[in-house]
């Protein structure tokens, strides 16, 4: 199964790039799985400034079991609505890192080698951060989560960069540079399936 991952900070347009992602392949005849943000399933801990421990693993882990459920129904692309590595950002932001915390972002950032590409994605000034009854709608604390990503993906995103499409939330509602960036994902994708085309026809030399 490949996997797409869609990261970054909340209103940045990740889940209408997820639902626009998930119907541009379909039309392809793509078996697409579209997974959610874990958070909005009903998440039984505390969520945005007030998570706390439980509210991270509790993520981390509905994102793992969610992506291998994709894969073990024989779904031939996921289209992941964050990755298993964003809930360590919104954790971190506001507590201290601990021992446990921080071994599971050592597990989150092996997996990141898991998703074929992944997007990461910022706001623009010229889209508003609206209330979805979900996500905060401080600017403050947006721009807070923004800093802490950029953070991680410094620190951490080094294996992957190769794979890593950075867009904005123009690229994701402007009409003409959405087809672009769209584009620009499905060429991305197929760079890796040449990868494993080559290495099936070396394998059976």
Known sequence: ??????????GAGKT????????????KGINVKLIHESVRENCPFPINADANQGTCLWNF????????????????LAICDRTVVDTFVYYHAVNKETNVTMAAVHQGVQWLKTYDVLICTEPSTSVELFDDGVRDTDIEYQNLIKSVFDDI????????????????????????RKEALV???????????????KKEELSEV
């Open 61 to 76: 882990h509905t994102q793992f079991r969610n992506e291998l459920d994709a894969e073990a129904q024989g779904y031939e």
């Open 16 to 27: 209408s790039l997820g639902y626009l992602l998930s119907a541009h392949f379909k039309m």
């Open 153 to 176: 993906l410094y620190r951490y995103a080094g294996d992957v960069a190769e794979r890593v499409i950075y867009a904005t939330s123009d690229d994701i509602f402007d009409e003409e």
């Open 1 to 10: 199964m490949y996997k797409i991952g869609i990261m970054g900070v909340h």
């Open 183 to 197: 584009a620009k994902i499905e060429l991305h994708l197929k760079k890796f399936l040449n990868k494993d085309a």
